[in-house]
Every structure is written in C-alpha cells, then in structure tokens.
C-alpha cells in the first residue's frame, strides 16, 4: 500500500487523472471529427443531457478536448456506426466496439427489470417493432394517434414509451438523431457487420470495466469501477479481478490521506507526464472527469453539486455553474446562460474557492491577479465562440474585490469583436 501524503504526491495524482482523462494537453485525440470518435473511444462513453443554458452537455465534453469539433459530428460517428446511443450509467454516446457490454442491461431490462416504465405494453411495442420491421425508421412523432388533436402533448406519449422500452431492451436502436429527436431501427439494420454481438461473461464485462477505467481515469476505486451498476454479480467478479491482479503485482494500492483507497497500474505514479498549462477550463457538470462527485472530493478537494435539481431559494452558485478547472486544480465555478437569440452569454455568477484566491493574493508564480484575469477572459473568448455568442458580460463574482477588473477584460474581448465570429 503506497501512502499519499505530500503536496508533491498529490500533485502528481491530479495530472495523472487529468493527463488520462485528456484536460492537459493541447489535443489529446486529434481533432474534428477523429478526433472526437478518438475521445469517446478512450472515455468509454460520453453523457448526454438536454439541459440547453449552455452547449449541451455531450457536446461541451467534447469541445472540452477536441479542437475544431462541432455539434453534427456526433450524428455523423453514429450514421457511420463509429458510435452508438445506449444507457452507461446514464444515457450516453458510446464506442461501437463496446456494444457487446451492453447486452447484459439489455438482456436485463428484457427479463423484467425496470428502468423507465413499469407494466410495458407488450402489445403495442409488438405492433411498433412489426411497423418498424416492414416500414423502417421510426420517431415518435411520426405515429398517428387516435385521440383528437386538443388531447395535447400526451398524444404520443404511449408510443414513445412503447419505443423507448423496445430500445432499452435491445430491440431497436438509435439510427440517428436531430437534436433531441430520435430516429428507431431494427438493432441488426444499424449495427455494421463486423461488431461482436456475444454476451459477456461477468469476468470479461469485469475486465473490460477495468482496463477502460484504468484508461480514462488512471487510477479507480472498486466503487468507481461499478459506478451506478445495479449489478451484485459483476461487483463480485470485479472484486476477484482486482484480488489477482493486485497478486500478480499487475496492480498496486494507494491511500490518500481521507483513507480512500484506489487501485493503479505498476509503476504508473513514475510515468512521464504532460506539463501544467496555465489556462482555464471550463468544464460540463457531466463532464467524465468529476462525475463522480466523491472521487473529486478526495482527489482535488472540490466538493462540487449541480443545483439546476436545487430549490432556487437553497441554490449557493448558481442554476446550472459549471467548474472551473486551473491548472491541476478545480478553482470554482460560473453559472452562466447563452441568449442565442442576441448573441450574447451572461455570467450570472463567478465564484473562486478561496485556496485559488490565496495563491493569487501571494502572487504565486502563474497566479499573479492580472494573468489570472486575462487567462479567464481567453477561456471565455473561447467558449463564447462555441455559444455563438459575440459579447459576454459579468453580472456578480466572489471575491468583489476583483469583480472590475474581470468586468474591464470582458469589455475588452466585446469591443475587439472577438469573442466570437
């Protein structure tokens, strides 16, 4: 068991999980749209949301690593079967190499487990599944209901169960999507021919978890391995794998000074890595990096919820504040709002965390208060431009000490005309 007790230490913990989760470097996985595939291969999976305050969720992780990426690529990847739309730990965009570990949730959800809906109407999936086998892709909104018009919203309501339950259990799949809009087919029309389609063993789904976690995360926890997996049996093979490759010295342990305990590849604390750039990031809450919200605590000290879910009048940051990561520290957090529709993003709220704004109040070297300003004002250029947005304004921040002169580099960008074009 190697303890981590030094600032040193666990400074070098924090690149380890950002240099393998792609936030250290310039362009981890290429850019476009390869580069994008090339990020979803090596996360495992990214999640999507529909909250819309800012880019969406699956697309602002991907923005977050890959350079030139642009919403319609996704689509694109699932229409060339690079990728495919199923259920990780939430819905989510995963490799087409991975499909065969999904079949266990599917085989799952087949047999009577419930994940949306209780009691499906197996008759009426039965007749959606015939009309897609004879007459093709299907949207919901393509079915014709027999209650009159002013029923309302609910008209489709039993058909987009119907092909949710059939796509949750395998039947059908996702064969592309415009915006929230999904087109159904037949699970063997959309999967290309080559994809492996045998049902895993829990030793294999194990190992498979293991080494993709290993991956993206560069060192896991026997929770994070499973993460919301309601599955006794693979959590119990996953413990058995563990066991071997610890004994085997494939593995070895480390502690950190909360007591957490996690699991790292031999050597891999040696291993050579990116240098810090001195930027800011701004992250999604659904970014892979910190959805997990224990192990962010533990490793970078950043206790972090997202209160879109919050009561208005119990919310601390803000509806939908999302981190801020600097350097190998998460440093606070911005709630923000894009309006479209005047090309303009608002930050409603920008709060620091105080261990931040001490090393700027000492002028620690790449912390230095003007630098620090400038490094945030670039971050926002560059995420205002994903926003189609062409000014940015400031409304509150903590400390208030510095609310004018982030207030002075945002007038800047929006005079220049730079924030985006």
Known sequence: MIEIKSSKDITRLRRLALSAQGLLQ???FGSGKLGACNAINHLGYVQIDTISVVERAHHHV????????????????????????????AAAF????????????????KSGQIHWYKDPDTAYMAELLARV??????????????????????DWK??????EQLYMQGDLMVSSREGFQKTYDLTERVLPDYVN???????????????????????????????????????????????????????????????????????????????????????SPFDNSLIQRERLKSIFGFQYQIECYVPEAKRQYGYFSLPLLYQDEFVGRIDC?????????????????????????????????????SSFAEAIQAFSHIQKCDSASLTKMQPVHLHNDFVKALEMLNGNHEVCK
């Open 158 to 163: 039993p058909a987009k169960k119907a092909l």
């Open 94 to 109: 995963l490799p087409m190499s991975d499909f065969r570990y999904s079949l266990p949730y599917k085989e799952a959800i």
């Open 337 to 373: 709002k894009a309006h479209r529709k005047d090309k303009h993003f608002e930050i409603k709220f920008l709060h620091f965390e105080d261990s931040f704004m001490d090393k700027v109040s000492k002028q620690k070297k790449g912390y230095e208060a003007e630098f620090v300003v």
């Open 133 to 154: 086998r004879s007459d093709g892709p299907l949207r919901s909104r393509d079915i014709e209901t027999q209650t009159k018009k002013q029923a309302g919203w609910w």
């Open 197 to 283: 389609t045998s049902f895993p063993s829990l030793e294999e789904f194990a190992e498979h978890l293991l080494s993709q976690q290993l991956r993206c995360h560069g060192f896991v926890s026997l929770k994070g391995l499973t993460y919301l997996r309601r599955n006794t049996g693979l959590r119990k093979a996953m413990k058995v794998l563990l066991s071997v490759r610890l004994d085997q010295g494939l593995l070895e342990q480390i502690q950190l000074l909360d007591g957490e305990i996690y699991v790292i590849e031999k050597g891999a604390l040696e291993s050579k890595l990116p240098r810090l750039p001195k930027r800011f990031k701004i992250l």
């Open 62 to 89: 991907l923005h977050s690593r890959v350079p030139k990426f642009k919403a319609e690529m996704t689509n694109e990847l699932m229409l060339n079967g690079d990728i495919f739309e199923y259920w990780s730990h």
């Open 26 to 28: 310039a362009q981890p």
